[in-house]
């Protein structure tokens, strides 16, 4: 298929983007990811759809313009989707390596004020919850990866599927959510704190 060149206002942010290449490549790979030695792919359709779940998932957390949600863990497609689903609800995004250190964590997370974390797993998990009230900003810690997680009741914690699953009821009862809410964003919005090692 092939598909004309937008009007750069329909794609002046990550999130109109991706909806333009879902719409206009549907089936195409966006994204691959290894798991077990094998490859998987993600088309952009797939990448729009969980983009958009996490994108309602968080609206319904009460995320939105202004507000910051950080991400920790690995550079995986779940990084990529939840950095964009910030950005839809018009939220910047502030990155934590995998092996950061606890206090690097508390120092951004309390300079950047951000109130959603989504972390990749347990590991990251823990660095968050050793933290206690010293990162009174946080309201909520999304992971992605269930396992080793049943033995936490922080009432922070919410599993990235059951936030998808909050999104999805959202679309369900208002299907232009999502794209009300991409179309709200502007490229000139802040969308990314970027910080240094140094």
Not at 2 to 17: E, G, M, Q, V
Not at 18 to 29: G, K, S, V
Not at 118 to 140: G, N, T
Request: glycine share 6%.
């Amino acid at each position: 298929m092939t598909a004309s060149y937008p009007d750069l206002s329909r794609t002046d942010t990550l999130p109109k983007l991706l909806r333009y290449n879902a719409q206009n490549w549907p089936q195409e790979t966006a994204l691959r990811e290894k798991q077990f030695g094998i490859w998987e792919s993600f088309s952009w359709q797939d990448y729009n759809d969980k983009v958009k779940s996490l994108a309602c998932g968080l609206k319904e957390l009460g995320i939105g313009a202004g507000d910051v949600v950080a991400l920790i863990g690995d550079n995986r497609p779940d990084w990529v989707m939840g950095e964009i689903a910030a950005h839809s609800v018009g939220a910047a995004s502030i990155g934590l390596y995998r092996d950061i250190l606890n206090e690097e964590v508390m120092y951004l997370i309390d300079y950047s004020e951000a109130k959603v974390v989504l972390a990749e797993d347990e590991e990251q998990v823990d660095k968050l919850l050793a933290l206690e009230d010293r990162i009174p900003s946080v309201r909520y810690i999304v992971y992605s990866d269930p396992r080793g997680m049943r033995k936490y009741e922080d009432p922070r914690l919410v599993l990235a599927a059951e936030l998808c699953q909050r999104g999805d009821e959202l679309l369900a009862k208002t299907p232009s959510a999502y794209d009300d809410l991409v179309d709200a964003t502007k490229g000139e919005d802040l969308a990314i704190l970027c910080t240094t090692s140094g």
